[in-house]
């Protein structure tokens, strides 16, 4: 059965420092799609990255880029120059060929100033 | 506006009274999946549907049911909702199957079950 561990319930980070928030995973799929999601206070989930698991290159976008070791099976979210909006619960998410979308218990990352 | 529509947003309601939570999106999706949210235990799959009339259950599925007449629904029913389904729920969808593709959620309902 597919699996997804978020080890870190909570956070800290000063502004304007990087921050890398752990997740690996289990699955005998295949073939993969691992995602992050940022859901702030106010309650909707935002989609963040996205990694395909033959995908050769690491995801990057904007701030965000997300370090895929797959013998390792970690998924690790990296987080640049961190703001005080990027206060807000992570999750990690995996997708497997049967459509299944599992994620890990979340993150909570509080930005100090 | 692409979106993912959900009502209600929030509800108070009793023990064993039926209730029906609407999930709509008008981006033509096939994918649509329902999530419960529990502090600690991050979001966990209610029951998924890659296309209409084809349903299955995720990791969580005793206590609901869903249907999927048509394309751009996929209601989430409780036919005798219990205090152990409070919880803040969310539909998504996605234009992709398989391991591809980034689910757009709604706004989540939050249902409290006294």
């Known amino acids: 059965a597919q699996k997804i561990t978020q080890t870190q319930p909570g956070m800290f980070v000063q502004e304007k420092e990087a921050v890398t928030l752990d997740c690996t995973y289990d699955?005998?799929?295949?073939?993969?799609?691992l995602f992050w999601y940022k859901q702030p206070s106010s309650g909707e989930m935002i989609f963040l990255i996205y990694?395909?698991?033959?995908?050769?290159q690491n995801a990057t976008e904007g701030r965000y880029s997300l370090n895929f070791q797959k013998a390792r099976k970690s998924a690790n979210l990296v987080i640049s120059a961190s703001q005080l909006g990027d206060s807000a619960m992570y999750f990690c998410?995996?997708?497997?060929?049967?459509?299944?979308?599992?994620f890990g218990a979340g993150t909570r990352l509080t930005v100090k100033p | 506006e692409a979106q993912v529509t959900q009502n209600p947003r929030y509800l108070i309601t009793v023990t064993g009274k039926k209730l029906t939570v609407t999930c709509s999106q008008n981006?033509?999706?096939?994918?649509m999946s329902w999530y419960r949210q529990d502090p600690g235990l991050g979001l966990r799959q209610i029951y998924y549907?890659?296309?209409?009339?084809?349903?299955d259950k995720g990791d969580v599925p005793e206590g609901y049911k869903v249907s999927r007449k048509e394309k751009r629904n996929f209601p989430l029913i409780l036919e005798s909702p219990s205090p152990n389904q409070t919880s803040l729920y969310f539909c998504?969808?996605?234009?992709?199957?398989?391991?591809?593709?980034?689910?757009?959620f709604g706004e989540g309902s939050r249902l409290t079950v006294l």
């Open positions: 998504a969808s996605s234009s992709s199957q398989g391991a591809t593709g980034e689910l757009f």
């Open positions: 699955t005998s799929d295949p073939s993969y799609g």
């Open positions: 990694q395909g698991s033959y995908d050769q």
């Open positions: 998410a995996m997708r497997g060929t049967n459509n299944d979308m599992r």
């Open positions: 981006m033509n999706h096939e994918y």
């Open positions: 549907s890659m296309n209409v009339e084809v349903t």
